[in-house]
């Protein structure tokens, strides 16, 4: 339905840690009237094209938003160590060894998401494949790929310290954006809940969760 339907107000309520641009405002429906035209049917605890469409586009284009913030994190660490030293030591924090080390990881992390995340994605370029996309890949992909970022921009602030979380630093941003990752559905347990479903041949909305 248009925004600008008689009934349908947009709050103006999303005041976030973070991902504040993607405005996501809850939107209150009062006595709106939808034409039969504008009415989608869906099955009842059903995974319908609906789902399919939407993992499709949503679960590969939010782990690219996220696998871009880590990348940002790890430039701005690895640039801002080669310069920073401390006193009583003449030579730049990046010949700590700790630091080397989280470098490391952090290009080793995302060089494996970076590999993961178009691979999974180049087959949905086709109609058919999104129309019943592979589940269990676009699951997977976006749990290492977010995890993955989320533990990225957390080394990048290791490595800057006391400079990551002053304001004018670009890693206080990255910082805050990239915590949604760990609630963006489908996150944490509840995208490994759903892959180890499939994994055993359970439906994913099989119910209960937990027995």
Partial sequence: MPAKTAGIKIQNNWDTMSIRS??????????VFVPEEHVTA???RGWDSY?????????TSISA?????AQAARDHAINWARERTQLPFDRPVSHYPGNQFMAAEMDVGLKAAR????????PLCEASHRANPPLPDLLACEHFVTETAVGV????VRIAGGAAIARSSPLEQLYRDV??????????????GLIGKMAFGIAPDTIPRWV
């Fill in 153 to 156: 921009v957390d080394k990048a």
């Fill in 179 to 192: 915590r949604a990752g760990i609630i963006h559905p489908l996150a944490g347990y509840d995208s490994l």
């Fill in 115 to 122: 590999a993961m995340l178009p691979q999974t994605a180049s």
């Fill in 65 to 69: 938003c996220y696998l871009g913030i």
């Fill in 42 to 44: 869906r099955p009842a």
């Fill in 22 to 31: 993607s405005l996501s405002h809850d939107t209150v429906w009062e006595n």
């Fill in 51 to 59: 789902n399919n469409v939407f993992v499709s586009w949503f679960m």
